[in-house]
């Protein structure tokens, strides 16, 4: 299967296209895109800057994907952004450029990013976020996989959000966000677990209620954050030892401290 490029695209002649590629009218491939088999560029959308798009991703109308870091360090050459497979790109979504020559930008695999969603520069991005409408992250975000941003939430940079949590629609979030929780607020704060994020992804009962005894230590109890460590890991014995050791190891690796 060949690919299929309308007359009124405008894609470079650098730029490699795989098998099954559609470009829409009106649309912007640039010189340095590589763009993997499967791949659907609808009208209006651009994608420039020195991209690799995977597999059977979708960009909708004016999207821009691999747009120069807003990053004002950035001092020339050409930073990259890899992106997966499976992943959708909705109306107006921005995904940035690294800013150092040698940098990228990292998005994983079946991603959704709904409508004005923004992946800014240096970000690292796992699999299976969802991104609803108007948020953004910030320069050198790192985000686990199974992650829920809600509409309209801005994460700070280099605010690291774990696995299977979730950022409340219109949060304001400064600090790092343990896997498995829920914050909310602005600025925002854990309040719970993310308990139907867990169910939802298959998780039994007892990673459950391990998740919330975890929770009500390191969140509820009158311990600072290393004596709640130091419980965890000495003292808790709830349920799940692999669901409260990954949320010790974030809570120890945090640098900008819990939501």
């Not at 990053?71 to 690294?98: C, M, W």
Request: glycine share 12%; charged share 20%; proline share 2%.
């Amino acid at each position: 299967m060949g690919t299929d490029i309308h007359p009124q695209a405008i894609v470079d002649t650098g730029a490699e296209l795989g098998e099954g590629v559609v470009v829409e009218a009106f649309s912007i491939v640039g010189p340095k895109a590589k763009i993997g088999d499967g791949c659907r560029i609808h009208h209006h959308a651009s994608v420039e800057g020195r991209v690799v798009l995977g597999k059977n991703n979708t960009v909708y109308p004016y999207a821009m994907i691999g747009g120069l870091t807003h990053d004002l360090k950035y001092q020339g050459g050409e930073p990259g952004l890899s992106i997966g497979d499976d992943n959708v790109f909705r109306e107006y979504v921005t995904a940035h450029v690294a800013t150092k020559a040698e940098d990228e930008t990292v998005i994983g695999s079946g991603n959704v990013f709904l409508a004005y969603s923004h992946v800014a520069h240096d970000c690292i991005v796992g699999n299976n976020l969802v991104m609803s409408s108007h948020s953004a992250l910030g320069g050198h975000v790192q985000v686990g996989d199974f992650v829920n941003v809600g509409w309209g939430a801005g994460v700070h940079q280099f605010c690291r959000l774990g696995r299977h949590c979730m950022v409340s629609a219109c949060s304001k979030l400064v600090q790092d966000v343990a896997p498995f929780m829920l914050a909310d607020g602005a600025p925002a704060e854990v309040r719970s677990i993310n308990k139907i994020g867990m169910e939802r992804a298959g998780f039994s009962s007892e990673d459950v209620e391990t998740a919330r005894g975890v929770f009500k230590v390191l969140y509820k109890s009158d311990l600072n954050r290393s004596q709640a460590i130091d419980y965890l890991q000495n003292e808790f014995s709830k349920g799940n030892k692999a669901v409260s050791d990954e949320i010790i190891e974030f809570a120890q690796s945090s640098e900008r401290g819990l939501a």
